[in-house]
């Protein structure tokens, strides 16, 4: 079986450590697979605007491709901007779109450039009364009833019956209404949601043209699947029928926007970790590696996605058995897999995780003041 995402060999990865010094655990980015990336989802999506969601992966070398691409970026707080803008990025083409911002976030936003904000209710666009200056303001739909594997609507978005109230809100305090945007959650393999999702937008922007409120701009978000430990549908045929909602249900002249996080960096990245240690518990083999859930595997707890591993000794002559995968910290907590079919391990063995390039280095942390894993950037 291919491992979706494995772009590196056993022997690739050995060099790599023995040119760099590298010690595990580390990660590898490929430049290359952002670049293919971000073209597989530019010709899926005709005429729609990628602005990378810095959230999932805020590598500067995944920001530089993407700006070199001629594409721009979401971005969810004023590091983000800091660090997008540093890759090339121009400010004034970024959305932030966190629904909820501080007042001092959103000075330093519109201070640094910014022009493109997204709220969800009315007490979040009053916050934009006072600053004396003009921004377009977005507002978010919740969408229900996602198999998206992360819900993004349980915390934010409004309901289809508030967009023309909050519309009119967002021309009272003195701005512009700058569109419609939603998300129908983080891993969707069902485009259907998508349709769903652009049918109720058609009919929303015919409601606001009847009220006198042009349109100009629909995010359609992100959520496009990346291949983990199961397949997903290719990035065009996923893409078609979203296409053609939008061909049927919104006019021609609205700008159109996404915002692609996971579709773009999951791939391009690889884990290399060790095994540490070993020990037999309850009759089952159990493995500890120096990476772990309060490090890079942190996307299993936050972000609910399993990864497969990739072992360089095959079975070694010794059938699979049932085993156990844990992290290096002391807490008991820091299990990577309960129960994982693996053939008979070695205290030094590599073992690596493809398609750990989201919601994985992110979220990691220094517990127990174990060091991170570090990047290496190839191609």
Not at 152 to 164: R, V
Not at 236 to 251: L, S, V
Request: hydrophobic fraction near 40%; glycine fraction near 10%.
């Amino acid at each position: 079986m291919r491992i979706p995402g494995l772009e590196v060999s056993y022997d690739q990865v050995r060099e790599l450590m023995d040119l760099n010094g590298l010690h595990t655990p580390f990660l590898i980015l490929s430049r290359e697979t952002v670049r293919q990336n971000l073209e597989k989802l530019s010709k899926a999506l005709p005429g729609v605007g990628i602005h990378y969601a810095i959230k999932a992966n805020s590598h500067p070398a995944i920001l530089e491709e993407v700006a070199k691409a001629g594409h721009s970026f979401d971005i969810a707080s004023y590091e983000e901007l800091r660090m997008a803008h540093a890759a090339g990025g121009r400010v004034s083409d970024f959305i932030h779109s966190h629904p909820i911002k501080s007042i001092p976030e959103i000075k330093m936003a519109l201070d640094a450039g910014v022009e493109i904000f997204v709220a969800d209710n009315p007490d979040e666009i009053e916050k934009f009364r006072d600053f004396g200056r003009k921004v377009r303001i977005m507002l978010r739909l919740k969408i229900e009833d996602s198999s998206a594997l992360v819900n993004l609507s349980y915390k934010f978005g409004c309901m289809p019956k508030d967009i023309i109230p909050l519309a009119i809100k967002v021309l009272e305090v003195g701005q512009e209404f700058g569109g419609l945007e939603f998300h129908v959650g983080s891993q969707c393999v069902d485009n259907g949601i998508y349709l769903f999702a652009v049918e109720t937008v058609g009919g929303l922007i015919r409601e606001l043209e009847d009220k006198g409120i042009p349109v100009p701009m629909l995010d359609i978000g992100g959520g496009f699947p990346a291949p983990y430990v199961k397949e997903v549908p290719g990035i065009d045929e996923f893409c078609a029928p979203i296409m053609e909602a939008i061909g049927r249900h919104i006019p021609a002249n609205i700008k159109l926007a996404c915002e692609p996080g996971r579709f773009v960096s999951a791939t391009a990245v690889n884990l290399v970790t060790r095994v540490i240690g070993k020990s037999m518990r309850a009759g089952k083999q159990w493995y500890y590696l120096d990476d772990g859930l309060y490090g890079s595997f942190s996307g299993k707890v936050y972000d609910h996605m399993s990864y497969l591993p990739i072992t360089g000794n095959g079975s070694n002559g010794h059938p699979y058995k049932r085993s156990v995968l844990a992290g290096p910290t002391c807490d008991s907590v820091d299990v990577i897999f309960k129960e994982i079919s693996l053939p008979r391990l070695e205290i030094g063995d590599l073992l690596i995780f493809p398609a750990m390039g989201a919601y994985c280095s992110v979220s990691a942390s220094s517990f127990n003041c174990l060091r991170k894993a570090e990047y290496i950037v190839i191609d």
